[in-house]
């Protein structure tokens, strides 16, 4: 199963409620993954700064000093911003590869879990509700978000395996689903370079549009494609920087709702984690098409693409 | 009339009270409120009855129905009126997957769109849709009638034994062994009974029969070589 739940606020007067809602919508999911959860979310930007959310096992002893060391490697002042595993390390854009290296020669238990101008991801083992209290979720403010309940079923339940998964700056990928062709894709695009971490179906769904982009795609180039070239059972959502989308395989078996307000745009794997939404009664409320990418942009008016089958 | 607070109430209450409902039963109209897209609502019926859901709901509505009328002031998740035995099951929105599954009687109307597998599996369930209909609908489909007032998906009908097709609208795609058919007037009779019992103004003439070539019926020898 797995469960799924974004949203995307047109009405930015309701940015400081976001993790509120999207909280309560991942909760409301708990009965389709309980084996952990995770949330990404679009806060503020500083101009000329990157920030990347990293975890540790060991958060009492990794974390102490952090930002002073990772800054000495830099040669640049970096803010640190605790959150129980997680902790936000915030530096001059462009020293992201450094940074990365730096990390693993300061820290080597640390896992870097998303980066970007404005996304944070948080993700453990645990129930939804217990995984939203230790971080705090329902305070969070920003734009949009997503988030994802697991239940295990390609890999095992590790804080690394849950979603959702950093595929480029400030994107990241949610996956309700199964890949059967995750072997052969993982050991091609390790040739090609790319760095895969575990042996979870998503990663390699998250690597493989990271691929993609980094080969010129677009990002709802690379969304068009995947529905070529990843064989098994997939609901995405995706998050930007500016938006979020939608991409359900051809099968379209693992299920999906939208709603739609002025406000708004939610999606929910059930229609019972939109119900407390603010003016759900009156939003249009509809199925995704399969083989269709959907996407919603503070930038642009939304698009939808339908791919030939 | 009863009225039953499916959110103050819970679920199993629900169901147990309207499952002991029978033929002599004073308690004949239910209304649900608050059902916030719950799963399995009014499932299991066996009695005369009429229950309206204030709402929408979440997978498997209305699920082996017997004799009741349920109607849905919203839109339901995937498996609605699952297996339905008798009775009449009505959505006014849109249904998700596989409406209808395996029905084997009774009449499932849907004022919206039903989005893929409708009918998949049916055994003699007539199911009426306003709208459109999605991919692989009426999948090894062996009786009853499958109506669609607008267009219907890819594969539509595919290894299709016995039931009837009737689409108005486009077919994107037929399904393996699916073929369009002659109408002739004993077709005409069923779809019109079919349309007005489903409160649709469409009209028969303007359907399209679709129905097994009947060629996968039994194993051809000559296919042998493709397993």
Same mark, same amino acid.
């Given at each position: 199963?797995?469960?799924?739940?974004?949203?995307?606020?047109?009405?930015?007067?309701?940015?400081?409620?976001l993790?509120?809602?999207?909280?309560d919508m991942?909760?409301?999911m708990t009965?389709?993954?309980?084996d952990?959860?995770?949330i990404?979310i679009?806060g503020a930007?500083?101009?000329g700064?990157t920030?990347?959310?990293?975890?540790?096992?060991n958060?009492?002893?990794d974390?102490?000093?952090?930002?002073?060391?990772l800054?000495?490697s830099l040669g640049?002042t970096?803010?640190?911003s605790?959150?129980?595993?997680?902790?936000v390390?915030?530096?001059?854009?462009?020293?992201?590869e450094t940074?990365?290296?730096?990390?693993?020669e300061i820290r080597p238990s640390?896992?870097?879990?998303s980066?970007g101008e404005?996304?944070?991801?948080?993700k453990?083992v645990?129930?939804?509700k217990?995984v939203?209290?230790?971080f705090?979720?329902?305070?969070?403010?920003?734009?949009?978000?997503?988030?994802?309940t697991?239940?295990?079923?390609?890999?095992?339940?590790t804080t690394?395996?849950a979603h959702?998964?950093?595929?480029?700056?400030?994107?990241?990928?949610?996956?309700?689903g199964s890949l059967s062709?995750h072997n052969?894709?993982?050991r091609k695009?390790?040739?090609e370079? @790319?760095?895969?971490? /575990?042996?979870?179906?998503?990663?390699? *769904?998250a690597? $493989?549009?990271t691929?993609k982009?980094?080969? #010129?795609?677009?990002?709802?180039?690379?969304?068009?494609?995947?529905i070529?070239?990843l064989?098994g059972?997939?609901?995405?959502?995706?998050?930007t920087?500016d938006g979020f989308?939608?991409?359900?395989?051809?099968?379209?078996?693992k299920p999906? @709702?939208?709603?739609? /307000?002025?406000?708004?745009v939610a999606f *929910?794997s059930e $229609?019972?984690?939109?119900?407390?939404?603010? #003016?759900i009664e009156?939003a249009r409320v509809?199925?995704p098409e399969?083989s269709?990418?959907y996407f919603?942009?503070?930038?642009d008016s939304?698009?939808?693409?339908?791919?030939?089958a | 009339?009863?009225?039953?607070d499916?959110?103050a109430?819970?679920?199993r209450?629900?169901n147990s009270?309207?499952?002991?409902?029978?033929?002599e039963t004073n308690q004949?109209?239910?209304?649900?409120v608050?059902?916030?897209?719950?799963?399995a609502?009014?499932?299991?019926?066996?009695?005369?009855?009429?229950?309206?859901?204030?709402g929408s709901?979440g997978?498997?509505?209305?699920g082996?129905n017997q004799?009741?009328?349920?109607k849905?002031?919203?839109?339901v998740?995937?498996g609605?009126?699952?297996?339905?035995?008798s009775g009449?099951?009505?959505v006014d929105?849109?249904?998700?997957?596989?409406?209808?599954?395996?029905?084997h009687?009774?009449?499932?109307?849907i004022k919206?769109?039903?989005s893929?597998?409708?009918?998949?599996?049916?055994?003699g369930i007539d199911?009426?849709?306003?709208?459109?209909?999605?991919h692989?609908s009426?999948?090894?489909?062996?009786?009853?009638?499958?109506?669609?007032?607008g267009?219907a998906?890819?594969?539509?009908g595919?290894?299709?034994?016995?039931?009837r097709?009737?689409v108005?609208?486009?077919?994107?795609?037929?399904g393996?062994?699916c073929?369009?058919k002659e109408?002739?007037?004993?077709?005409?009779?069923v779809?019109?009974?079919?349309?007005?019992?489903a409160g649709?103004?469409a009209k028969p003439?303007e359907?399209?029969?679709?129905?097994?070539?009947?060629?996968l019926?039994?194993?051809?020898?000559?296919?042998?070589?493709?397993?």
């Amino acid at each position: 199963m797995c469960g799924i739940v974004g949203l995307f606020l047109k009405d930015q007067s309701l940015a400081p409620q976001l993790g509120n809602m999207l909280t309560d919508m991942l909760i409301t999911m708990t009965d389709r993954g309980p084996d952990s959860a995770g949330i990404a979310i679009y806060g503020a930007e500083v101009e000329g700064k990157t920030k990347i959310t990293v975890q540790s096992p060991n958060p009492e002893t990794d974390f102490v000093g952090l930002a002073d060391e990772l800054g000495k490697s830099l040669g640049a002042t970096v803010g640190q911003s605790d959150n129980d595993t997680h902790t936000v390390l915030e530096f001059p854009t462009g020293q992201f590869e450094t940074a990365r290296a730096a990390l693993t020669e300061i820290r080597p238990s640390v896992r870097v879990m998303s980066r970007g101008e404005r996304l944070e991801i948080y993700k453990e083992v645990g129930l939804p509700k217990d995984v939203a209290d230790r971080f705090n979720l329902s305070s969070m403010s920003g734009t949009h978000g997503i988030g994802h309940t697991r239940m295990a079923t390609e890999s095992a339940v590790t804080t690394m395996g849950a979603h959702p998964f950093n595929t480029g700056s400030d994107q990241c990928l949610v996956h309700n689903g199964s890949l059967s062709n995750h072997n052969s894709l993982r050991r091609k695009l390790r040739r090609e370079g @790319v760095t895969i971490q /575990t042996e979870n179906d998503t990663e390699v *769904g998250a690597a $493989y549009l990271t691929w993609k982009m980094m080969n #010129g795609a677009t990002l709802g180039e690379a969304l068009e494609s995947s529905i070529d070239d990843l064989d098994g059972f997939f609901t995405f959502v995706v998050g930007t920087k500016d938006g979020f989308g939608v991409v359900r395989d051809p099968i379209a078996c693992k299920p999906a @709702v939208m709603a739609e /307000t002025d406000q708004y745009v939610a999606f *929910g794997s059930e $229609y019972r984690a939109l119900v407390n939404l603010p #003016g759900i009664e009156d939003a249009r409320v509809w199925e995704p098409e399969p083989s269709t990418v959907y996407f919603w942009s503070h930038n642009d008016s939304p698009t939808t693409h339908e791919k030939a089958a | 009339m009863q009225t039953y607070d499916l959110e103050a109430d819970g679920l199993r209450g629900l169901n147990s009270s309207l499952q002991a409902q029978n033929a002599e039963t004073n308690q004949t109209r239910w209304e649900i409120v608050n059902p916030k897209g719950s799963h399995a609502i009014a499932v299991g019926l066996d009695a005369p009855i009429e229950v309206t859901v204030k709402g929408s709901t979440g997978y498997y509505c209305a699920g082996m129905n017997q004799q009741a009328t349920i109607k849905v002031e919203g839109s339901v998740g995937p498996g609605v009126a699952e297996n339905m035995m008798s009775g009449q099951v009505i959505v006014d929105g849109d249904a998700s997957q596989y409406a209808g599954a395996t029905g084997h009687g009774g009449l499932l109307v849907i004022k919206g769109n039903a989005s893929s597998r409708c009918g998949i599996s049916m055994k003699g369930i007539d199911i009426v849709v306003h709208g459109n209909i999605g991919h692989m609908s009426a999948f090894m489909a062996q009786d009853g009638n499958l109506v669609v007032c607008g267009d219907a998906g890819d594969a539509l009908g595919d290894s299709l034994y016995e039931a009837r097709l009737f689409v108005r609208g486009s077919v994107k795609s037929l399904g393996a062994d699916c073929i369009e058919k002659e109408m002739r007037s004993e077709h005409l009779e069923v779809l019109k009974d079919l349309l007005e019992r489903a409160g649709s103004d469409a009209k028969p003439e303007e359907f399209k029969r679709y129905g097994s070539a009947r060629q996968l019926y039994n194993f051809d020898i000559d296919n042998s070589a493709a397993y």
